[in-house]
């Protein structure tokens, strides 16, 4: 499985942001995929995740203003960003798990900043 992340940037405090992650490669055996984030001096921490089933989760810090999704016909997972914080500041990563390994996209930076 090959991953490919993208749709960071700067945004203003309270801005939107949408971040994509396209997968190919054994994208059948996907059972779960998640964007996960890692700030400066912080532990990576994952922010949402959805599995095949379409069952989504999300970080205490992040309901109610991110969304995850997925369009299967395209093979992108997508995460909706809004009322953005500086504390969302970090590289955001793609991750999808197999039942036999997990398999990481490069980070995507978004900063949020006045």
């Known amino acids: 499985v090959q991953l490919q992340a993208y749709g960071g940037g700067l945004v203003q405090p309270g801005g939107s942001l949408r971040l994509s992650c396209a997968s190919s490669?054994?994208?059948?055996?996907?059972?779960?995929m998640g964007w996960y984030r890692q700030a400066p001096g912080k532990q990576r921490e994952l922010v949402a995740g959805i599995t095949r089933g379409d069952n989504t989760n999300y970080a205490d810090s992040v309901k109610g203003r991110f969304t995850i999704s997925r369009d299967n016909a395209k093979n992108t997972m997508y995460l909706q960003m809004n009322s953005l914080k500086p504390e969302d500041t970090a590289v955001y990563l793609c991750n999808a798990r197999t039942y036999s390994a997990p398999y990481w996209g490069q980070g995507t930076q978004v900063t949020v900043s006045s």
């Open positions: 490669g054994s994208v059948s055996s996907i059972v779960f």
